[in-house]
């Protein structure tokens, strides 16, 4: 039987360059697509072909040229960035997924496809612990977008066969590439001013608790509900995972055990808003129960790997 080939669309990106990583080290045939070139020197021998995932007709053709049979689907505008430029973010998010979908449903067959959604498909109305079928009224583009998205993905499993599967991220925190532009970002964009002579602006309130997760467990999540057999899936929905939960009073105090000369201050700009309408929770029963997640990285054990990690790199992201 021929091998899988795994498809990395978006692989520049942040949970990209983690996922292209992960399938590389597990000797996977890995094919890494995005608008611009990967930068992490540890994945630049994986072949990479320059595709706009809006540009139906190439993608396509990119992904029949290359056997493609398992699709990673990345590419999106993300919160903050996407409140900037609404309709750009838009067009990107629903495009770029309906593009995939419908090359999916026909075009290129393709065995499974993995597409991300996210906690800001919840808003106020979802409360402090997020159920998986619980109310979803988001408040940003993102995740207006991220909403249509799974009833996207339900409709063309229903209606065309589609294998496409789904979970819901938190904040994500990772050490190869600099976040992309999210609420969350400021728990990666930390690491790089733990001993700065200024102390370090965070954009959040100190006690605005959000889920977040480790690099480790996003990849592991992805490639596992990828992996299991399709039956075991019981919602056409996202599923919610969660791993941790904290504000960045909690992160940063953490940090101080291992670099006790930290300084911050909180200065709570237009992504506070965003924070305050998702909840500090998710609810992830189902999750454990029909594809037996389970994350691994708790926050100590989070902070002292970005705290190695920036003790030997140069910083990733840009300074404040």
Not at 181 to 197: I, M, N, R
Not at 230 to 238: D, K, Q, V, Y
Request: hydrophobic share 40%.
């Amino acid at each position: 039987m021929a091998q899988d080939v795994h498809c990395i669309i978006g692989a520049s990106g942040q949970l990209g360059t983690e996922m292209a990583l992960s399938l590389k080290s597990a000797g996977e045939r890995v094919v890494l697509m995005d608008i611009k070139p990967p930068s992490f020197e540890g994945i630049l021998d994986l072949p990479f072909e320059q595709v706009d995932v809006c540009d139906a007709a190439r993608l396509a053709s990119a992904l029949g040229e290359n056997g493609i049979t398992h699709v990673y689907h990345l590419a999106a505008a993300l919160s903050a960035r996407g409140e900037q430029d609404p309709q750009w973010a838009w067009n990107l998010n629903m495009k770029g997924l309906l593009n995939v979908l419908e090359i999916a449903a026909g075009h290129v067959p393709l065995a499974r496809v993995f597409w991300p959604s996210s906690i800001a498909v919840f808003g106020p109305e979802s409360g402090r612990t997020a159920a998986q079928s619980g109310p979803r009224i988001p408040g940003t583009v993102y995740g207006i977008s991220k909403n249509a998205g799974e009833h996207w993905c339900a409709w063309y499993h229903r209606q065309h066969g589609v294998d496409v599967r789904s979970v819901r991220y938190p904040g994500l925190i990772g050490t190869l590439a600099p976040p992309g532009g999210g609420t969350t970002d400021y728990a990666v964009e930390v690491f790089d001013h733990l001993e700065g002579p200024e102390p370090y602006r965070c954009f959040l309130d100190a006690h605005e608790k959000l889920p977040m997760m480790h690099m480790d467990d996003a990849v592991g999540a992805a490639m596992q509900i990828l992996s299991v057999p399709r039956e075991r899936l019981t919602t056409p929905e996202a599923y919610n995972i969660a791993a941790l939960s904290f504000c960045p009073a909690e992160l940063f105090a953490e940090i101080r055990r291992h670099v006790p000369g930290f300084k911050y201050e909180c200065i709570p700009d237009y992504r506070q808003d965003i924070a305050a309408g998702w909840p500090d929770d998710l609810d992830d029963a189902l999750a454990r129960a029909d594809w037996d997640w389970n994350p691994t990285v708790d926050l100590s054990d989070l902070v002292d790997t970005m705290v190695k990690a920036r003790h030997s790199n140069q910083p990733l992201s840009p300074a404040l």
